[in-house]
C-alpha cells in the first residue's frame, strides 16, 4: 500500500497537479476564468518534463543503490521507458503550444525554457557546489512563476503590483515546501555531498516553523494592506497551516530523516509518501477555496 500511495511523488504527477492547482485559482482571481485547455497541457506537460528530465539525469549518476532516492531508483530502473514517455510529452506540448498559444505566450514560455534549461544545468552540474542560490529556491521561484505564465502572458492585463506580490509569496510557498522534502533526504545529500538549504541551517530545518510562521505574517501583511487577494491570500495561509502540520506530525520523529531513507523496500516508500504528502499540503487550500467560491 505505501509503494502504491508513492506512485504520484514518483512518476512526478503530485507536482503537476500542484501547478495545475494554483494555475487555476491565479487564472480564476487575475483574469476572471479558468485556464483554457491548452494552456493545462502546456503548463502540467512543461512541469512534468522539467520534473521529469531531472530525475532522469539523477538516475544515470545513481551508483550507489544504499544512497539513492526511491524515485532516482525507479527512473534509473525504468530509463527507456521514462525517456520515451518524456519525448512523447516533449512533443505534444510543443505541438499544442505553436498550435493554440499566442504569440505573447510563446515568447513568455520561451523564456521560461530558458530559465528552466538553466536550473537543470545548475541542478545537475552545480549540485555538489554552495551556490548563491540554494537549489529549493531556485525551484521555488521557477515553479511560481510556471503557474502564473497564464496571467503574466495574457491580454486581459491582470493588475502587474499585486501578481508580483503575489507571485513572489507562492515563490515562497513553494521553496518551503522543497526546504520539508529536502529535508527528508538530508543525509542522501550528506553522504553524496550534494548542496541543499537543508544542509545549509540544520538547526533551523529541525523546527521548520520559523520559516512557515514567517511566510504567513508576510502574506497576512499583504492581505491586510490590500496588496494580496483574499482568494490568493487564503491559500497561500492555508498552505503555510498544511505545512505548518506537516512539519511537527510528519517531520518531528527524526528531523534528519536519516532512517526513512537509508534503507530497501517499505523504508523507502515511506519517504516517497512523506515527500506526495508535502506536496498534497499545497493542493487542499486552492481546491477548498475553488469549491466553496
Keep these: ?79 527507456r521507458r521514462m525517456t520515451l514517455l518524456w519525448c ?5 506540448v510543443a505541438w499544442v503550444a505553436a498550435t493554440a498559444a499566442t504569440e505573447r505566450q510563446l515568447r ?27 537549489k529549493e529556491f531556485r525551484a521555488g521561484i521557477l515553479f511560481a512563476f ?35 522534502v529536502s529535508t527528508l533526504e538530508i543525509k542522501i545529500d550528506s553522504v553524496q555531498g550534494s ?21 504567513a505574517i508576510t502574506t497576512t501583511g499583504a492581505l491586510v494592506t490590500g496588496h494580496a487577494p483574499t482568494a490568493i491570500a487564503f491559500s497561500i495561509l492555508l498552505s503555510d497551516a498544511c505545512l505548518f502540520a506537516y512539519a511537527h506530525k510528519v517531520l518531528r520523529p527524526d528531523p534528519t530523516c536519516g532512517r526513512f531513507v537509508q534503507h530497501a523496500g517499505v523504508v523507502r516508500s515511506h519517504a516517497a509518501l512523506k515527500a506526495s504528502l508535502a506536496d498534497a499540503s499545497l493542493i487542499v487550500a486552492p481546491l477548498l477555496w475553488i469549491t466553496v467560491s
Design 88 to 92: 512523447v510529452a516533449v512533443t505534444t
Design 195 to 215: 548542496d541543499s538549504l537543508a544542509r545549509r541551517i540544520p538547526l533551523r530545518t529541525a523546527s521548520q516553523t520559523f520559516w512557515i510562521v514567517a511566510h
Design 1 to 79: 500500500m505505501n509503494r502504491l500511495t508513492a506512485v504520484p511523488n514518483l512518476l512526478s504527477l503530485d507536482a503537476v497537479t500542484v501547478g495545475l492547482v494554483w494555475m487555476s485559482i491565479f487564472s480564476i482571481q487575475f483574469l476572471n476564468r479558468w485556464p483554457h485547455g491548452y494552456e493545462y497541457i502546456s503548463i502540467g506537460g512543461a512541469i512534468w518534463i522539467i520534473y521529469t528530465a531531472d530525475r532522469i539525469l539523477d538516475g544515470l549518476a545513481v551508483t550507489d543503490d544504499v544512497t539513492a532516492t526511491e524515485r532516482h531508483r525507479f527512473h534509473r530502473q525504468h530509463r
Design 146 to 180: 510556471g503557474v502564473t505564465l497564464t496571467c503574466w502572458t495574457s491580454t486581459e492585463s491582470p493588475p502587474q503590483g499585486s501578481l508580483a506580490i503575489c507571485t513572489f509569496l507562492a515563490a515562497g510557498l513553494f521553496t518551503i515546501n522543497c526546504l520539508l
Design 108 to 134: 513568455g514560455g520561451i523564456l521560461m525554457i530558458a530559465f528552466a534549461i538553466c536550473y537543470l544545468v545548475s541542478a545537475q552540474w552545480l549540485n555538489r557546489a554552495r551556490t548563491l542560490i540554494p
